[in-house]
């Protein structure tokens, strides 16, 4: 039997590597794993690549992404489809136990489950958790469920909501057979009971399930439970063609003119990967220098990649230009800005600056350098563009001032680099070869 464990995460750089060195022997007898991640704002997607099979991206919310999972070449040769969250550890013969399991005809199942955590009390919640699940026929995520992969096909996979996606798939493979209840432990990490009261998450839980169970929407339980509504925008890319002697000179003295336009494609290639997953709204490629380069006929005709050209001017000019021409369309969405010289941005970072963006009328992501890497609108503003000293050190301080003095709401997220000199693409590479040593 072939099995496939899919693990959705988001900002698990630091309990990853734990969980992965976790399914190593699993692995080693044959086990796929497959991370996919949410759009994270750390080194997570980095972290996992060193520890598994396959790492990919897709909307956040663990059902998106579970199915995105599912639907990996990897995960289409397995037989058996675990899904795992990245808190949770398996026991060390969960490949046997899955398979001793599904014999005999059974489709799906679950593990019981063990919390680790501060409180006195949490060994009893697990206990009526279990309790629960094999007098119901009904399991939870936290539970480690394990199906067939056609049948979990055949079912359309876990139902597109924010919250009790396991339940919902529960009650599907239900009506096909009841599930086999293993009494091998999972063991859970407790971080939410210990961090929001353990007596405030038990009645949160019960009263979710509850009016679940009474037909309340899954997209209102999520809001009651904390998740934010996911925010829409568009996304601009700015790009320069790759063509060699203008694109990326300064890495040149490095790479030479040839070398540096290979990076700026990959540059670009990259970033619109990123825009793309992130999943928040229509994407544009801002061209210039070059509009009709091969690539970008490429991406347009196979892959149905819009592209503009860029107006003449500086930065300001063309960023206030692409603006404009956004927010000229009546009941436009809000507007993110970004370039290709930063390849450490994620989807992440993008879903966090359309978010931040429900309460403000500006988002910036810095630049270490002093200028800025993102920038989101909700309205047209065209005193962030003016008199502004472009590409200095100077430039995010300036844009500060713009801001304070047109009573603009706005907030920055963490800063980021840009790679732009020789040093910048060594700290590049280094980081990249790094991820893949697992460091």
């Known amino acids: 039997m072939r099995l496939a464990i899919v693990m959705p995460v988001l900002n698990e750089a630091a309990s990853l590597p734990g969980a992965l060195s976790a399914l190593a022997d699993l692995r080693n007898r044959g086990v796929v794993v497959i991370v996919v991640d949410g759009g994270s704002v750390d080194d997570t997607t980095e972290v996992a690549r060193a520890g598994a099979d396959a790492v990919l991206t897709a909307p956040r919310g663990r059902a998106s992404q579970m199915n995105a999972g599912a639907c990996h070449p990897l995960a289409r040769k397995a ?56 007098r119901t026929g009904m399991a939870t995520g936290d539970q480690a469920m394990f199906v067939r992969r056609r049948v979990f096909e055949t079912l359309g996979g876990f139902p597109a909501q924010p919250l009790m996606e396991d339940i919902e798939l529960s009650a599907r493979l239900r009506e096909r057979a009841p599930p086999a209840c293993l009494t091998e432990r999972v063991s859970t990490a407790g971080r939410r009971w210990d961090h929001n009261g353990f007596w405030r998450t038990v009645l949160l839980m019960w009263r979710l399930r509850a009016a679940y169970a009474w037909g309340t929407p899954a997209q209102q339980l999520a809001l009651r439970y904390g998740y934010a509504p996911r925010a829409a925008a568009a996304v601009a890319v700015l790009a320069k063609a790759p063509v060699p002697g203008f694109a990326k000179t300064r ?159 706005w907030v920055e997220l963490p800063a980021l680099w840009d790679v732009d000199e020789p040093a910048d693409w060594l700290r590049w590479q280094a980081k990249r070869a790094g991820a893949e040593r697992g460091h």
């Open 79 to 134: 037989e058996v489809l675990l899904f795992l969250h990245a808190d949770t550890r398996l026991p060390s013969s969960a490949d046997a136990l899955v398979q001793g399991a599904l014999a005999g005809g059974v489709v799906w199942g679950r593990f019981d489950v063990h919390i680790d955590g501060q409180h006195p009390l949490l060994p009893w919640v697990a206990a009526l958790m279990n309790w629960r699940s094999r």
């Open 251 to 409: 890495l040149a003295k490095l790479l030479g003119a040839v070398g540096a336009a290979r990076a700026q494609r990959g540059f670009i290639l990259r970033t619109l990967n990123t825009a793309h997953s992130a999943s928040l709204g229509e994407v544009v490629l801002y061209t210039a220098m070059g509009a009709h380069h091969r690539l970008f006929a490429l991406l347009a005709e196979r892959w149905g990649v819009r592209c503009a050209s860029q107006v003449e001017g500086d930065i300001g000019q063309r960023m206030a230009a692409v603006m404009e021409n956004h927010f000229a369309e009546r009941g436009a969405p809000a507007l993110l800005i970004v370039g290709t010289d930063c390849p450490a941005l994620t989807p992440g970072h993008l879903q966090a600056a359309a978010d931040a963006l429900v309460l403000h009328d500006a988002v910036f992501i810095p630049a270490e350098d002093g200028g800025y890497v993102l920038i989101g609108l909700k309205q047209r503003l065209p005193q962030v563009f003016e008199r502004v000293e472009w590409s200095t050190a100077r430039t995010m301080a300036q844009t500060r001032q713009r801001l304070s003095g047109a009573q603009v709401r």
